[in-house]
């Protein structure tokens, strides 16, 4: 387990340097670039060669590519030129990250927490208008493009009926004392309710819509697990045994229905920031997505490189989480 | 009174936009205290049909169920789900065919073992663990403490099998119903398996019924055998009347299709002709005739009945003379 584990690790890394060539390269192709992003169409010839050298674009692209490998294995990532100009890279990440993760936190949990109990409750009742209702609406939730979800949500919920925040993670008014970036465990350790309860309710309505497409999914894939292990025969000795509904529930469908929902939920966290990206701009919410969207308006490189990069890495590490929790959830994986 | 009384048994699927098809077709057999029963029939005459309908495992919607099923006195065809599920692993306990699939891939031999003490007895993990792994060590595990621990893709088929007997048994139910335990096994293990069953039932005086298309299996098994055609019973004798006299020709057919070691060389197996897919409907007449060897022009026109004829139950017009050569 543990040199398997190192392997992919080391895998990890290759994949990263092959990415961050690629990712260098194509950049550079985008139409525009740092320097029309931030001087506008008007510029003079000379301001735009000034500014160009001094961002470095003027050399090679291999000699700029060897240049940021170097400076980011010590860990400068650059100046951000667009998101928070003058601000290092890394300094952008560290500041985003907890409100991108917090957010994903919840959305993650929002899409388990009903994803799995609606899709064991579908394939119970098969055929019946509740299974019926729930595989027409996760598909429509797989359908519904975010960025027209998260505006519905805004507009109705925020706008029209006022119930809930419309954008940004706090009220202004409110100060509140940050220890870890997660502004609700923030509220909650220091004893702020009013910061945490206000915090959660910036939340609620991003978090729903990033969550409908992991929901949906989710849903989805629960509903046909269950309904393939209600036909197992293994289900049928249980019930031979007389046992009580919810130990068969648990023990013998869930706990093999779950395989192929564990892996679904893996890769639907690591494909969370596209949709966060949608989702964050919508809500004004000061997190990673948000900082991409910038990112890519006004060609921020050192920005983009680093949180792509980053994503990757994400995606790659809850992948490899996947496949060890594997081996706790089967036993035939453990022993092989 | 009989521990258990099968009467007119009926189970007819019945799918949206489709015939309705009758599986069990007016069953009727008893099983007594300690008594072990055959059905024998090859696939699709409804024998397992008739074990679930015992069992009360088909599925609720799309079947009709009617006759009756008497056990100890109570029908349990009326009774609720959960009066079922009750009887079931304590009164009841049943063993299917193919012993990988029947079992939890990922839940521990111990904790399936256990489940089925806990739910029943009422007893704790630990007290029911001691308890199971008596039972594996009833049922010929070796090392039953270290088997506990495992999974059911570490044991062999026939350990897997001995397994599901041990949980079936867990409770000490009154009758025992064995789905084609040894179909899915080699021939070897077949052997233990049956022998073992065999012990157990004399043992604990469990009832067994049991469920198979292998005459053989019967043969060294059953005091009573019922062999059923498409849905029905067509012959009921006890084992050696039926073994040394098969006068159905359906049964007839099934003997002489077994290989024999001490048939003289060279002698053809004597295959029953047709498919189960010839057969007539029962409501016409015989079910069997398009593929009776003793065809009748009545057999085509009147359904036999079952009537009583030299000590055993028959449902035939023209049944076999002759002894089965020896």
Redesign the interface.
């Known amino acids: 387990m543990l040199r398997y584990t190192v392997r992919r690790l080391l895998q990890l890394l290759g994949v990263v340097l092959v990415l961050s060539m690629l990712l260098f390269g194509w950049l550079r192709l985008l139409p525009g670039g740092p320097v029309s992003a931030l001087l506008g169409e008007r510029a003079t010839e000379e301001s735009r060669r000034q500014l160009t050298a001094q961002l470095g674009l003027d050399q090679p692209i291999f000699v700029q590519y060897g240049k940021f490998l170097g400076r980011a294995l010590s860990g400068d990532f650059g100046s951000s030129t667009g998101v928070q100009p003058g601000d290092a890279a890394l300094e952008v990440f560290l500041q985003r990250f907890p409100a991108t993760l917090e957010l994903s936190f919840f959305a993650i949990v929002l899409a388990v927490l009903f994803g799995i109990p609606l899709g064991y409750l579908a394939a119970r009742r098969r055929g019946t208008w509740l299974d019926n209702l729930g595989v027409v609406g996760s598909l429509v939730g797989v359908a519904v493009p975010v960025f027209f979800l998260a505006f519905l949500l805004k507009y109705v919920f925020a706008v029209e009926l006022g119930w809930l925040p419309a954008s940004g993670r706090q009220t202004g008014g409110i100060d509140a004392t940050r220890v870890t970036g997660f502004f609700v465990l923030d509220g909650l350790l220091t004893r702020e309710w009013d910061a945490a309860w206000d915090a959660l309710q910036h939340l609620v309505l991003p978090a729903m819509a990033l969550a409908t497409i992991p929901f949906a999914v989710v849903f989805r894939i629960t509903r046909a697990a269950v309904l393939d292990v209600l036909d197992e025969d293994y289900v049928r000795t249980a019930e031979s045994k007389g046992l009580t509904t919810p130990v068969i529930r648990r023990r013998h469908v869930l706990r093999n229905a779950m395989l192929p929902v564990v892996t679904t939920i893996g890769l639907q966290t690591g494909a969370l920031l596209a949709g966060a990206v949608l989702t964050e701009k919508v809500f004004a919410f000061p997190g990673l997505g948000e900082a991409l969207a910038i990112g890519f308006e006004r060609r921020d490189y050192p920005v983009l490189q680093l949180l792509i990069i980053v994503a990757a890495m994400v995606y790659v590490l809850v992948n490899l989480v996947v496949d060890l929790s594997y081996a706790v959830i089967d036993p035939r994986v453990r022993v092989r | 009174m009989a521990l258990l009384e099968v009467t007119d048994l009926t189970v007819v699927f019945q799918r949206r936009g489709e015939a309705p098809f009758t599986a069990v077709d007016g069953v009727s057999f008893a099983v007594e205290e300690g008594q072990t029963v055959g059905l024998v029939g090859e696939s699709g005459c409804g024998k397992s049909v008739t074990s679930l309908a015992i ?1 009360g ?1 088909l599925p609720r919607r799309g079947v009709r169920v009617s006759g009756s099923v008497r056990f100890e006195g109570a029908e349990l065809l009326t009774e609720s789900p959960r009066q ?7 009164d009841l ?2 063993v ?1 065919q ?1 012993p990988l ?8 031999i111990g ?1 399936q073992v256990t ?2 003490l806990e ?2 007895r009422g007893m704790s993990r630990s007290k029911a663990m001691r308890v199971a792994a008596e039972l594996l060590d009833q049922v010929g595990i070796p090392d039953p403490r270290r088997r506990l621990d495992e ?1 059911p ?2 044991l062999s088929g026939g350990m897997r099998q001995r397994a ?1 007997i041990a ?2 048994l867990a409770c000490q139910p009154r009758l025992l119903i064995a789905d084609e335990p040894t179909t899915a096994l080699d021939v070897t293990i077949q052997a233990q398996i049956l022998a073992l069953l065999s012990q157990l039932v004399r043992d604990t005086g469990t009832a067994l019924i049991m469920i198979t298309h292998d005459l053989g299996v019967v043969a060294g098994l059953c005091d009573e055998v019922n062999v059923l055609y498409a849905g029905r019973v067509v012959e009921r004798a006890a084992r050696h009347e039926l073994f040394a006299r098969p006068r159905h020709p359906y049964t007839h057919g099934l003997l002489s299709s077994i290989p024999r070691l001490d048939a003289p060389r060279g002698e053809r197996l004597v295959p029953i002709r047709g498919a189960v897919t010839d057969n007539i409907p029962w409501t016409q007449g015989c079910a069997f005739a398009p593929r009776c060897p003793n065809v009748l022009e009545k057999c085509l026109d009147v359904t036999p009945e079952m009537e009583e004829d030299d000590g055993r139950l028959l449902r035939c017009h023209n049944p076999v003379r002759q002894e089965v050569p020896a």
């Open positions: 069992m495992l079922m599920r009750d009887r079931r692993g304590r306990g049943m299917f193919d699939s029947s079992l939890n891939p990922v839940v521990s904790i489940e089925v739910r029943h999974y893709h570490q599901l949980m079936a």
